[in-house]
């Protein structure tokens, strides 16, 4: 029987699977090489980081349908990945405080010999943050596993003052459209991923 396998060990995107109703999934991540080529925008980044992390795991699932996502934060051009200390996390956060910025999340579904691959851009906008009001949120720990040092869906919350465009996309995972995706791209036994119905 035909899996769907997600490529990744984030929870954030194990919880939007079973959110979703998708309880019947395995977790199989790869780990490739994450470096930024030279000049690379930050859309063509996310698109081949979800590419590959789908690849690397089809070619050992080949008879599933493997999903893959990568996130990113983006503040005037420049990719805001995972802090690597607290001063790193700090430095970000204090660079996005008061302003918007750009999340970025590239999904790959791949299903055989069928591949499709989406982007989702959204819109963020942090309240002006003092410096105690980040050191106290660095101290919890949150942000040192997260994209641009935040989580939206943990004490992140308090940070944002608004967003425009998929909120589960900021998560790490577009649901909507895996959703879509899955609805049309059938099992090869015929059936589909997900039920016509919600």
Not at 40 to 49: D, G, S
Not at 114 to 134: A, G, M, N
Not at 147 to 159: D, S, T
Request: with cysteine; aromatic share 6%.
């Amino acid at each position: 029987m035909e899996k769907l396998v997600l490529a990744s060990q984030s929870p954030r995107r194990q919880a939007l699977l079973t959110q979703m109703g998708l309880t019947n999934f395995e977790v199989d991540f790869i780990p490739i090489d994450e470096t930024i080529k030279p000049g690379e925008l930050p859309e063509n980044y996310v698109l081949r980081m979800a590419r590959e992390k789908a690849k690397a795991v089809a070619r050992i699932h080949p008879d599933d349908t493997v999903i893959a996502a990568d996130t990113a934060v983006v503040l005037d051009g420049q990719i805001f990945g995972k802090p690597e200390n607290k001063d790193m996390a700090a430095e970000m956060l204090s660079a996005l405080s008061g302003r918007w910025h750009e999340v970025m999340t590239g999904l790959t579904v791949i299903s055989g010999n069928r591949e499709q691959t989406v982007l989702e851009k959204v819109q963020v906008l942090f309240r002006e943050l003092t410096p105690s009001e980040i050191a106290a949120y660095i101290a919890t720990g949150e942000p040192m596993d997260k994209a641009g040092a935040y989580g939206i869906q943990g004490r992140g919350a308090v940070l944002v003052r608004r967003i425009e465009g998929d909120y589960y996309a900021v998560m790490g995972l577009p649901v909507c459209s895996l959703w879509e995706i899955l609805q049309n791209m059938p099992r090869k036994d015929g059936g589909l991923h997900v039920p016509e119905d919600i």
